[in-house]
């Protein structure tokens, strides 16, 4: 299984069951960490564990490397 070291928007925003929206407001506002790049947000692990507890973020990688291999 990849543990990835940041995740989107989208990606956190499927997990949480919120609209990517949601999630990139949360980042813009500074109530969830994470890195703009350009145009884009990303979402480090480390707070991605913070937000879903280690096990469901063990379900979200495993589910992220099922798609990946499709």
């Known amino acids: 299984m990849t543990q990835r070291l940041f995740y989107t928007p989208s990606e956190l925003a499927d997990v949480l ?3 990517g929206e949601t999630i990139r407001r949360r980042l813009r506002t500074g109530e ?3 890195v703009r790049i350009g145009d884009t ?3 480090p692990r480390t707070e991605v564990l913070e937000l879903i507890g280690p096990d469901t973020l063990d379900a979200l990688d495993a589910q992220l490397d099922q798609q990946n291999a499709q």
Do not use: F, H, I, Y
Request: charged residues 35%.
């Open 41 to 43: 947000w990303r979402v």
């Open 32 to 34: 969830t960490k994470g």
């Open 17 to 19: 069951r919120l609209s």
